[in-house]
C-alpha cells in the first residue's frame, strides 16, 4: 500500500509512534510517505520506501496566525494526486484530521477517493481537544474519518465520554521495537559515568509540560535519596524544566540530579536506569513507561488514563493515585532496597513490554488500512 502520514515531528509520543510505524511497515514492503513541518525526529534516514515531504507556511503580514491546516491540507492534495496514495493516516485530531478532511473533499470534488485513518493519542481528546474552542472541529473531523483508533481502551472511553462519536473505535495499543540490537544487553551502555557503583538509578523521560507532574518526579527523588544512594536522570525539554531546577537547588539535590535535553538514544540511559518515574495527572498510554519496561527498567507511575494498561500494579512496577507522593516514594524505595524484588521487577517489566511487540500490532494498522479503503464514507 502507499501510505500518507501526517504527525508531529517532534519528541511527543504521538510523532514517535507514527514515525516507528512508518519506518515498520516500510520494513514490511509498504510505500510511506511523512508529511509534516520538519523531518520527524526518529526519522534517521530515509530509504527506498520512506519519503519525505516538507509543509511550507508562506509568511504574510496580514496573517496574525500562519494558517497550518490550509498549507497542510494543499499538501495533502498535491502529494495524494502524485505519488497515488492509498490511504492517509492522521496522527493527533489537532489540526491533522481536519486538514485531512478538507484534504479529503477537495479530491472528491476531483472525483478521487482518499480514505482517511485517524488515530487519537491523548491530549488531542483529553486536554486540548476538549477545549470548547476546538471542540465541534474536533467532534466533526473524527466522525468523518474512515476509521477512528486510539491507544488504549481508557483513551477510547474518554472519547466517548467527552465526544458524541457516532463511529466505532478501535483500540491499538503502541508498541515497542524488541530486536536484537534493540536489546538492552547490546546497547552500549556506560553506567560508570553516570554513578557510582553503589548508587541507584532513577529515570524520568517526557517533555516536561505541567501533565507529567514534574515536581512530584523531583519530590519522589528527595525521599528516595533519603534512603537509598541514588542518582536522578532527568532526560527531555519543556516548560517545567527551569522550575524542576530551581526546586532540586532549594532541596539541595542538585549535585544528584542530571538534567538531560531532548534525546534520540534513550536506551543509552536507559540501559542503566533501575527505576523509571511516571507520576502524570493524565496518560493516555505512557509510551515512556512501555520504553522504559522494554529496557527492564520497574516503573512507578500513576493509575492514571491507559497507564493500568501497560504497567502492570506489583508486576512491572506499582500504581498509585495521581499526587500521592508518599506512597510512591515508599514503593521507589522497597523496591530499590530490595536486590532481589528489584532483579525480579526487571524481569517482569521486560515480559510486559514483549506483549506490546511492534510485530504483533503491525497486522492490526495494516488491518485498519485495508478496512479504511473498503468504506464508504462521503
Ligand atoms: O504527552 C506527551 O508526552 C505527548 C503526547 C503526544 O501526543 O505527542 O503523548 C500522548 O501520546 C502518546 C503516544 O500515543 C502517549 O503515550 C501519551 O500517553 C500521550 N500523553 C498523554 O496522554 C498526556
Request: glycine share 6%; charged share 20%.
Amino acid at each position: 500500500m502507499k501510505i500518507a502520514i501526517v504527525c508531529y515531528p517532534t519528541f511527543g509520543g504521538s510523532g514517535v509512534v507514527a514515525t516507528e510505524l512508518g519506518l515498520e511497515l516500510a520494513k514490511r514492503g509498504h510505500e510511506i510517505h511523512f508529511i509534516t513541518y520538519s523531518q520527524p525526529v526518529r526519522l534517521a534516514l530515509l530509504n527506498p520506501n520512506v519519503h519525505y515531504h516538507e509543509v511550507h507556511v508562506p509568511e504574510y503580514p496580514l496573517f496574525h496566525y500562519q494558517p497550518y491546516e490550509l498549507a497542510l491540507s494543499s499538501k495533502l492534495v498535491d502529494m495524494v494526486k502524485l505519488y497515488k496514495i492509498d490511504v492517509l493516516h492522521v496522527h493527533y485530531a489537532i489540526p491533522h484530521a481536519y486538514a485531512g478532511y478538507m484534504a479529503k473533499q477537495m479530491l472528491a470534488d476531483e472525483g478521487i477517493h482518499i480514505p482517511m485513518v485517524t488515530t487519537l493519542h491523548g491530549t488531542d481528546i483529553t486536554l486540548v481537544g476538549n477545549h470548547p474552542f476546538y471542540k465541534p472541529a474536533v467532534s466533526f473531523s473524527i466522525n468523518k474519518s474512515d476509521v477512528v483508533t486510539s491507544v488504549s481502551q481508557s483513551l477510547k472511553d474518554d472519547t466517548h465520554r467527552l465526544f458524541e462519536i457516532k463511529k466505532d473505535i478501535v483500540v491499538i495499543p503502541n508498541f515497542i521495537e524488541l530486536t536484537k540490537e534493540k536489546q538492552v544487553e547490546n546497547i552500549p551502555c556506560h553506567r560508570s559515568l553516570m554513578a557510582a557503583e553503589n548508587e541507584m538509578i532513577v529515570t524520568h523521560i517526557s517533555n516536561f509540560r505541567k501533565v507529567k507532574r514534574i515536581d512530584d518526579i523531583v519530590k519522589i527523588f528527595f525521599e528516595i535519596q533519603k534512603e537509598v544512594p541514588a542518582k536522578l536522570m532527568m532526560v527531555g525539554e519543556g516548560p517545567e524544566k527551569e522550575n524542576a531546577e530551581y526546586l532540586c537547588s532549594q532541596l539541595g539535590i542538585q549535585n544528584k540530579v542530571i538534567f538531560f535535553g531532548n534525546s534520540n538514544e534513550i536506551d543509552k540511559i536507559l540501559c542503566f536506569s533501575d527505576l523509571f518515574l511516571l507520576p502524570s495527572e493524565t496518560e493516555s498510554f505512557g509510551l515512556a513507561a512501555l520504553e522504559a519496561m522494554a529496557c527492564g527498567v520497574p516503573v512507578i507511575s500513576s493509575n492514571s488514563g491507559g497507564l493500568p494498561e501497560v504497567n502492570k500494579d506489583g508486576f512491572s512496577g506499582y500504581l498509585s493515585n495521581v499526587g500521592d507522593v508518599s506512597k510512591m516514594s515508599h514503593d521507589a524505595i522497597s523496591l530499590l532496597k530490595d536486590k532481589e524484588k528489584l532483579k525480579q521487577f526487571k524481569i517482569n517489566a521486560l515480559e510486559t513490554a514483549k506483549l506490546f511487540d511492534i510485530q504483533q500490532i503491525m497486522p492490526l494498522y495494516e488491518q485498519v488500512y485495508y478496512q479504511a479503503i473498503h468504506s464508504k464514507n462521503d
